[in-house]
Nanobody, 115 residues
Framework: QVQLVESGGGLVQAGGSLRLSCAAS????????MTWYRQAPGKQRELVAGITRSGSTNYADSVKGRFTISRDNAKSTVYLQMNSLKPEDIAVYYC?????????WGQGTQVTVSS
């Protein structure tokens, strides 16, 4: 059974930091491209940051320079370090794993930023 379990969300003041984690099980983690998405109330889900099996990364323009994605294949975990958080970062953050024809999602973790 495949599971992606996000953690690390919460409430933080503007300018603060959070570190999200997504622990995967039931997959060969190292071959998957891992991506963080977010969905704000009333908005469509959007890509935040992704990291390929080789470690290449990409970021949404809105988070470049503030967020950093990384992965630890030994722990089957992907991280999202979020610094200088803004109220516009408020959303549910989802972890996604893709390889070949397989596509898995986590249940999401809420991030709230107070101004």
């Amino acid at each position: 059974q495949v599971q992606l379990v996000e953690s690390g969300g919460g409430l933080v003041q503007a300018g603060g930091s959070l570190r999200l984690s997504c622990a995967a099980s039931g997959i060969i983690f190292s071959i998957y491209t891992m991506t963080w998405y977010r969905q704000a109330p009333g908005k469509q889900r959007e890509l935040v940051a992704g990291i390929t099996r080789s470690g290449s990364t990409n970021y949404a323009d809105s988070v470049k320079g503030r967020f950093t994605i990384s992965r630890d294949n030994a722990k089957s975990t992907v991280y999202l370090q979020m610094n200088s958080l803004k109220p516009e970062d408020i959303a549910v953050y989802y972890c996604n794993a893709v390889a070949g024809g397989y596509n898995y999602w986590g249940q999401g973790t809420q991030v709230t930023v107070s101004s």
